[in-house]
């Protein structure tokens, strides 16, 4: 049976990756990301049409024949793909976890499970972990293979059904199984306390059926009339392509997607496919054109290969300005000759009957699942063991006084103790892991200056009364708790100088999300500076109040976006040559500036002394991961235990004064 093409499905597939491909670009279309579900909705239609033709010839389905078809049409370029990044992931990327997710991803797509493996090894969608793994974008693929598995087998129990009165019940059935789909998603969308619902929601087929499912009812009404009023100068296709491109417009990654937010583009998508090409106007002048229509055939392939190409690019040049839109460009070649050589191929074969279908299934399978394997014990037993010594010079302040880093869950915060036999008033540290990695020198410092030192941090915790979200770890880091914790020892604690630093990053990236005492979200930066604003401000004056003196500490100079540093991350090549990195202070002040503006303006109007170490750490205005007496920076916002205790005279002359 020959495949089902129209000219304007064609133009569909076109536009929906032309979106995902501009957004992934970083070209202003932010929600381009809703091509997949445009994606997920022909899906629906046309193996909806593809199936019915066949019933309708036959009696029956060839299940057999349905999924090599499938299997013939995808795994040729899938395999390709993954083969070739591997090898390219092999000799480029970090073997500290990175190299190992893209792996462990690689096989998973193979087998159609990725979507499962995805949210365990890189988090959600829209994390920065995420955008690391080059076999990102196979969750759709594994979706949609996961659909064509199931779908063809409930289709058939159902056309079989002679009996009227049944078949009316599966039909609401069906309906209700739907209608389930999308609340599941829409209440799971509003969920956003719960990281792993998120995931679940973004990533899974019960919570996705329902857009697959609106392609399957697009198809059984693809023969209605229409309105007259609503075929008059064939608005309803142009209507709709405009919802698709406004979509694609107004959403973004914090539009808790899919949901409510997804309905507009995937019943827009519907409605294009049930008005059908024959009409004039967009979907005949435009969808069906040539061009559009060219780029839709190669649609399959121009999505396997751009994403690869934008991880690695990004990996190698992160300074680059536009990277990802040269890497995309980069891939058009690539996946051009793949789409010429095994998907046309492929499609030309008119009898599938005399392919060796076993050596396509062990080539297409095997090869990528063998590369994959070879290359994860390359990693993991050669490359890994080789750069030892490299993470454990780097070591930061948990691997010394892990009990008093507080780390959410079941556990409880806690305090560690130094040099309790001195007399002169104790100094308390407190704060994030930028509070932390500050202790082994401030422990060596207050043992100088005669002061006992009392140190409790948390992990990803700011020190205000509020929950911290992070969409990231897909967790709430119950801040509060340790916040209270703080507050209940200060006041039974003997009066003393407490010490407070955490980072900037909560407020200024989007995946950190702060909860109000009134249950209101701040997602934006400005509303998180804001509550920053109020809540230290609370904060301060609670410790003062109590009799402390408060010292805040700035975060140090952070190695972020382009000068992105950890030596869990180096590339291969640049572990070979040593791993180090150094960036000008001034960019490091540019990416501070608003958050060490607004923590002034709370230190000033209390009348807190505010400590910046920035100089210090970087003399020459240059800062660097490595000096001449070792390892400054342990990643790229945290110092190492050598260095800190290289602080020691700072922190002396802080505490004197």
């Known amino acids: 049976m020959r ?151 409930l289709i058939l129990l159902f056309w079989r059904t002679k009996n009227t009165n049944i ?30 619902c998120q995931n679940f929601n973004f990533y899974s087929l019960p919570t996705r059926a329902w857009e697959f499912g609106c392609g399957v009812m697009a198809a059984r009404l693809r023969r209605i009339q229409i309105p007259a009023i609503l075929a008059k100068n064939n608005f309803l296709p142009l209507f709709s392509f405009g919802v698709i491109i406004l979509s694609a417009f107004l959403l973004n990654a914090q539009s808790n997607y899919p949901g409510l937010a997804t309905l507009p583009p995937v019943l827009a998508t519907s409605l294009i496919l049930i008005t059908g090409e024959k009409w004039e106007g967009i979907n005949h002048n435009f969808l069906s054109r040539n061009a559009i229509a060219k780029i839709g055939d190669m649609s399959y392939s121009l999505y396997l290969w751009h994403w690869p190409f934008i991880v690695l690019a990004k990996a190698i040049w992160p300074s680059i300005t536009n990277i990802s839109l040269y890497a995309t460009f980069a891939s058009l070649f690539p996946a051009y000759l793949a789409y010429l050589i095994l998907e046309k191929k492929i499609r030309s074969l008119t009898d599938l009957r005399n392919v060796k279908y076993l ?26 063991p080789k750069f030892t010594n490299l993470l454990v010079n780097t070591q930061n302040f948990t691997t010394i006084n892990k009990k008093c880093h507080y780390d959410g869950g079941n556990t409880q915060p806690q305090n560690c103790n130094f040099n309790l036999h001195l007399e ?45 979200l992070d969409k990231t770890k897909n967790r709430n880091w119950e801040c509060q708790k340790y916040y209270s914790y703080i507050m ?56 003062q109040s109590l009799g402390h003196e408060v010292i805040f500490i700035d975060p140090v100079p952070h190695f972020v976006k382009k000068y992105a540093w950890s030596p869990r991350e180096c590339l291969l090549p640049s572990l070979l040559r040593g791993c180090e ?37 970087c003399p020459n205005t240059i800062c660097s991961t490595k000096n001449q007496n070792g390892w400054i920076y342990s990643d790229g916002s945290h110092l190492t235990n050598d260095f800190s205790k290289q602080l020691v005279e700072e922190f002396t002359k802080l505490i004197g004064n």
């Open 167 to 196: 078949k009316e019940f599966k039909t609401f059935l069906v309906v209700l199984v739907l209608s389930f789909s999308l609340l599941l998603c829409i209440y799971l969308s509003t969920n956003i306390s719960c990281g792993s």
């Open 3 to 153: 495949g089902y093409r129209r000219g304007d499905i064609q133009g569909l597939r076109g536009v929906a990756v032309l979106l995902v491909l501009i957004y992934h670009a970083d070209l202003p279309v932010h929600g381009g990301f809703i091509g997949v579900d445009i994606f997920f909705v022909i899906s629906g239609f046309v193996i909806t049409q593809l199936l019915r033709r066949e019933f309708e010839e036959t009696g029956s389905i060839n299940l057999f024949e349905f999924y090599k078809r499938r299997y013939l049409r995808l795994a040729p370029n899938l395999a390709f793909m993954i083969a070739s990044t591997l090898l390219a992931v092999a000799f480029l990327l970090p073997p500290f976890g990175w190299q190992q997710d893209a792996q462990k991803t690689a096989v998973s797509s193979v087998f159609s499970v990725s979507n499962f493996v995805l949210p365990n090894l890189s988090g959600g969608y829209f994390d920065l972990n995420a955008g690391k793994n080059p076999f990102l974008h196979t969750w759709s693929l594994s979706l949609e293979e996961q659909f064509y598995l199931i779908f063809p087998i």
């Open 488 to 543: 209940k020892y200060l006041k039974e604690a003997r009066k003393g100088v407490v010490i407070i630093s955490f980072s900037e990053r909560y407020f200024t990236d989007a995946n950190y999300i702060l909860e109000s005492d009134e249950g209101n979200y701040s997602k934006s930066v400005l509303e998180k500076y804001s509550l920053l604003n109020s809540y230290l401000t609370v904060a301060i004056k609670s410790i």
């Open 424 to 468: 002169s008033p104790p100094i308390y540290l407190i704060g994030d892991s930028n509070a932390g990695h500050l202790a082994p020198g401030l422990e060596q410092a207050s043992l100088v200056s005669g002061h006992p030192l009392i140190v409790s941090t948390a992990a990803s915790c700011p020190f205000i009364n509020t929950k911290l």
């Open 359 to 384: 050596q396509y299934i062990i080539v297409f399978t095997f090869v990528p699942v063998i590369i994959a394997t070879t290359t994860w014990i390359t990693a993991s037993k050669y490359w890994q």
């Open 581 to 617: 990195m150094s960036m000008p202070l001034e960019y490091s002040e540019a990416e501070q500036k608003v958050y060490k503006n607004e923590i002034e303006k709370v230190t000033n109007s209390l009348s807190v002394k505010n400590y910046d170490l920035s100089k210090i750490i």
